[in-house]
């Protein structure tokens, strides 16, 4: 199992900057989980927003190439998101997720809000 907790949404203006955190637990959680962030605006479907693997290679949506950035602290088994350059269309729910397996292991999501 793993317990995913992320943090570090909120509020910022356009052309901002935000990190997301997403700190991992439990029996299988280790530095080489494939993790990733979604994200889901009010009434549309949750999105990938970026993903590494355990090989540490990563990818990213389109919307977000270029100004967002995935980087992981294995010694804190934490995935961060270095979101810059903020948009008003990247408002949304920010959800971690972690595969172990076939089975999904989402966090609770935390809001982020980009006012023009």
């Known amino acids: 199992q793993v317990h995913l907790v992320e943090s570090g949404g909120g509020l910022v203006e356009a052309g901002g900057s935000l990190r997301l955190s997403c700190a991992a637990s439990g029996r299988y959680a280790s530095n080489n989980l494939m993790m990733a962030w979604y994200r889901q605006a009010p009434g549309k479907q949750r999105d990938l927003v970026a993903r590494v693997y355990g090989t540490g290679s990563t990818m990213y949506a389109d919307s977000v190439r270029g100004r967002f950035t995935l980087s992981r602290d294995r010694a804190k088994n934490t995935l961060y998101l270095q979101m810059n350059s903020l948009k008003p269309e990247d408002t949304a729910v920010y959800y971690c997720?972690?595969?172990?397996?076939?089975?999904?292991?989402w966090g609770q999501g935390t809001q982020v809000t980009v006012s023009s």
């Open positions: 997720n972690a595969a172990v397996g076939s089975a999904l292991y």
